[in-house]
């Protein structure tokens, strides 16, 4: 009931504002997930849902033809306005985007931000982020700008 509450709190301040909502996940998010989730942001845009829906599918398709992030790196699956990325932190690590994550992080966003809205999950014992955001949101944005701080590597001029 607790959770509920604040959720729908945290949606409709998501909802009305343009700046992410950071949430620190209460007891039962952690559990309820294989992903150990340390926190869960919202973000101001609401995606199309079909759109969201086929970028997961590329992600996805992705991962089941064996790919995976480089360490301290990043990886965005693209369909028309949105984007799913996967931010990979680990120093010595290579990381894929199984399907059961995604499910699960897409669950997670709905719950906390609503659905079909922007946002991202991060698992500092994974060293992980999932996001999902609008194009234009990201658009002209270096990826060591859309992952977690010290995620990846500097690049120069960035």
């Not at 607790?2 to 559990?31: F, G, R, Y």
């Not at 680990?90 to 995604?102: S, V």
């Not at 698992?123 to 999902?132: G, L, T």
């Not at 234009?136 to 500097?154: D, E, F, V």
Request: proline letters at 7%.
């Amino acid at each position: 009931m607790k959770l509920v509450a604040i959720t729908t709190i945290v949606a409709l301040i998501a909802n009305s504002a343009s700046a992410p909502v950071i949430v620190k996940p209460q007891s039962d998010v952690k559990t309820r997930h294989i992903i150990p989730v340390t926190d869960v942001g919202c973000g101001g845009d609401v995606l199309d849902p079909s759109d969201t829906a086929e970028a997961k599918k590329k992600m996805i398709r992705w991962d089941r033809a064996g790919n995976k992030v480089d360490q301290k790196n990043w990886h965005p699956e693209y369909y028309n306005g949105t984007v799913w990325y996967l931010c990979n932190c680990k120093l010595f690590w290579r990381d894929g985007a199984p399907e059961e994550e995604l499910n699960q992080v897409e669950q997670i966003l709905s719950e906390t931000c609503g659905p079909a809205h922007t946002g991202w999950v991060w698992s500092k014992p994974w060293q992980k982020a999932y996001n999902v955001a609008s194009v234009k949101t990201i658009s002209g944005k270096k990826p060591p700008h859309l992952c977690p701080r010290h995620c990846m590597w500097a690049h120069i001029g960035d």
